[in-house]
């Protein structure tokens, strides 16, 4: 298979506003501004969907951990609502279809820059904030999909932080159903590899198969799918290494109460 342009990783491959400057790349001073800035943007961005209770937090009450999610959700609204009006003001250049890793972009389109030039690429990444990332980039190729012209754009001068923001960029999380059971190739190895959000697997983990998947780097979190339908209180089980409710499977796919609200918690 040829090498892909844009690697072997994930692509974040989306219709989103852009704008071209052609110019010389820059440099100095202004590459370390556009830096710090795009920096700003992306951590803007991540923070926006992303509602998490700060490790500092986490032996505080759950009424207090839930009332500032609120207004984590509240300020998150209003940050939208202040950037819709700002946009209805200043209006929006017409989303363009391209695919994006941390180091390169293909644009598809007509009115892209010709193979050779430089210039800065202005890409507006998420429609609640109305300013764009701006990445200098040279126009390396060109290549046809489908009758579409796509440019091959790769990025220069961006800064170690700023590469490991728009590697995250897009996907939140990733969430692969890898069944633990012995003899059986499982993905997650690979998937994690490529993978640098959230990573989470289920199917047939225990407390002890979670643990060691977590603390062997293979997944972030572990999901229980058929442990928690038994035992409404798995996480208070797991806690106190009580024994379990084995799960009924005559009862599975049921379309009945029976086998998905009647099994019992402790007392
Ligand atoms: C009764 C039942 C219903 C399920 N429904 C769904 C579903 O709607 N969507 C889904 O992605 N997986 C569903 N699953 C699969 C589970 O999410 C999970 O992948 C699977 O049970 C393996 O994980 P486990 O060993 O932790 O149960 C269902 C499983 C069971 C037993």
Same mark, same amino acid.
């Given at each position: 298979?040829?090498?892909? !342009?844009?690697?072997?990783?994930?692509? !974040?491959?989306?219709?989103?506003?852009?704008?071209?400057?052609?110019?010389?790349?820059?440099?100095?001073?202004?590459?370390?501004?556009?830096?710090?800035?795009?920096?700003?943007?992306?951590?803007?961005?991540? *923070?926006?969907?992303?509602?998490?209770?700060?490790?500092?937090?986490?032996?505080?009450?759950? @009424?207090?951990?839930?009332?500032?999610?609120?207004?984590?959700?509240?300020?998150?609204?209003?940050?939208?609502?202040?950037?819709?009006?700002?946009?209805?003001?200043?209006?929006?250049?017409?989303?363009?279809?391209?695919?994006?890793?941390?180091?390169?972009?293909?644009?598809?389109?007509?009115?892209?820059?010709?193979?050779? *030039?430089?210039?800065?690429?202005?890409?507006?990444?998420?429609?609640?904030?109305?300013?764009?990332?701006?990445?200098? =980039?040279?126009?390396?190729?060109?290549?046809?999909? =489908?009758?579409?012209?796509?440019?091959?754009?790769?990025?220069?001068?961006?800064?170690?932080?700023?590469?490991?923001?728009?590697?995250?960029?897009?996907?939140?999380?990733?969430?692969?159903?890898?069944?633990?059971?012995?003899?059986?190739?499982?993905? *997650?190895?690979?998937?994690?590899?490529?993978?640098?959000?959230?990573?989470?697997?289920?199917?047939? !983990?225990?407390?002890?198969?979670?643990?060691?998947?977590?603390?062997?780097?293979?997944?972030?979190?572990?999901? #229980?799918?058929?442990?928690?339908?038994?035992?409404?209180?798995?996480?208070?089980?797991?806690?106190?290494?009580?024994?379990?409710?084995?799960?009924?499977?005559?009862? #599975?796919?049921?379309?009945?109460?029976?086998?998905?609200?009647?099994?019992?918690?402790? @007392?």
């Amino acid at each position: 298979m040829p090498e892909s !342009f844009l690697g072997d990783g994930l692509v !974040f491959e989306e219709a989103l506003p852009v704008v071209w400057t052609a110019g010389p790349l820059a440099e100095g001073l202004a590459l370390a501004r556009l830096n710090a800035d795009n920096h700003q943007l992306l951590g803007a961005e991540a *923070s926006l969907d992303e509602v998490r209770v700060h490790e500092a937090l986490k032996d505080e009450s759950p @009424a207090l951990i839930h009332e500032l999610q609120r207004l984590e959700y509240k300020v998150n609204i209003l940050l939208r609502l202040a950037a819709e009006l700002a946009l209805r003001n200043s209006g929006l250049p017409a989303a363009q279809r391209i695919r994006l890793t941390s180091r390169a972009l293909e644009w598809f389109g007509d009115a892209t820059p010709a193979v050779g *030039s430089t210039g800065l690429l202005a890409v507006y990444v998420n429609a609640a904030l109305p300013q764009p990332v701006r990445i200098p =980039c040279v126009v390396a190729g060109e290549r046809m999909q =489908c009758d579409l012209r796509a440019a091959q754009m790769r990025f220069s001068g961006l800064s170690d932080a700023v590469v490991e923001q728009l590697d995250k960029l897009g996907i939140v999380y990733l969430h692969v159903v890898d069944p633990v059971t012995d003899g059986i190739k499982r993905v *997650s190895p690979l998937l994690r590899r490529k993978f640098n959000r959230t990573y989470i697997v289920n199917g047939g !983990f225990d407390i002890d198969s979670a643990n060691a998947a977590i603390h062997g780097g293979e997944a972030d979190l572990v999901a #229980f799918g058929t442990p928690f339908l038994a035992n409404p209180d798995l996480p208070q089980r797991y806690r106190i290494n009580a024994s379990l409710n084995v799960p009924d499977q005559a009862t #599975f796919y049921a379309g009945e109460d029976k086998g998905f609200t009647d099994y019992l918690a402790l @007392a």
